[in-house]
């Protein structure tokens, strides 16, 4: 979710069909084949830049709103700002030739602000609104539908489904062949919308709700929240979506990070009196939402955190009041709740699952360092700056049974690290002669985007192909 349409109005297609061609090349520095220069292993893969969208020193790629990369029908998009077109949307097939500008939906420097691509049976839907982080106003949202496929600069055509004044878009995810999508204008119509990619077939599901978000699909429903609380369901019909249940007292009861796992969704509750803050799960009907386990039993609660959807189960982070902050792990029926690790830590950091190996950070006396459990051994990986000192791994993504990372081992800045197995050596991924400092990590499609700055092309996207 990037919180970030008031009332929506269907659009007369406005349609843009602009061939741009590829990205700006980066020339010889955008693609390194690395070596490990550490060990001298050979390295987990080539990675690129997709192009220098900003030529010369400039980002395309910003601070704020955040880069993120979402995969819709077999492409990647996400928003750059090359300079001239403004923050605009892109695609990419995974190569700088295959990289390109969707279309200036906001014509000349000014921003579009395009977010949440989403697959759907006619195109891949998104949404745009006016930067917010510009002040402007009123802010200016749509709903939009797009063919651009980026293989050979080919962008092509982008049609306006919907459009709205002092509108912001909350959240969207693909349910079957439809894209659903939340928005609000903060205090009149906040909606729940559907797509097909057609102009015929987006429209609101749901109007007057309070804050409609976290859209969660598990199988053919989608759970959200309105507001934090109550809890909703939709089929993608209006007929079909309802609200579930108000949990608790409703005003002072809200319902947290919702996250699917098969055809549940689990979500953290918290200030419910009676059992404090724990983790909960819904499969869409009332009597299937319920408490999982109360783990630290009283009004403290374990304060479940960092969820995350791995295989089958999901893990996260809880205290039950004697081990302190540890990794815990409840399987997809929400029947089964055991705890992971027993480290005696200062700070256990959000933990994924790569393959049969759960990882995460621990920060302890000996510093901030890569830990795993691999079978019921739990153990530090690695430690990447020698001593008390801390190599501070982050963004923590899975690509298969291989971990993406960045962290510093005191020679390199922060980089990017990959590791194909907790008895293997970490692989140096080396993009700048300080720091590239490597963010929005992103395993789509079988390869790991993100952005980077190689201290030539100011932050711009990459990508890493594992071997």
Known sequence: MRSRLPHLVLAGALTVGLWLGPAHPAGAAAQVTLKDTQWGRAAAGT?????????GPSSSMTTFPHPEFRSANGRVFFAGDDGVHGLEPWVTDGTPQGTALVGDLQPGAADSDPAYFTSARHGVVFMTDTRLASGHAPVTGAIWSTTATGTGGATGTTTRLAEGADVVSLDAAPLGDLALLTTSDFDKNP??????GTLAGTFPLKRHLTLPDELSPIGRLALFVDGQNPLWRTDGTP??????RTLGSGSST???QLTPVGRRVFFKVNTLASVGTELWVSDGSRRGTRLVRDIRPGPAGSDPRSLSAHGDALLYLANDGVHGVQVWRTDRNGRRTVRLTDVDAQRVSRPVQCGSTVYFTVRDHRGSELWARSGHRVRRVVDLLPGPGSSAPHNLTCLGATLAFTATDGSHGRELWTLAGPRLRPVLHDLSAGSSYPTALAALDGDLYFVANDGVHGREPWVLHVI
């Open 239 to 244: 007929a079909g979506t309802r609200k579930v």
């Open 254 to 256: 809200f319902l947290l």
């Open 191 to 196: 909606q729940v919308w559907r797509s097909d």
């Open 47 to 55: 990675a690129e830049m997709l192009g220098d969208l900003a030529p």
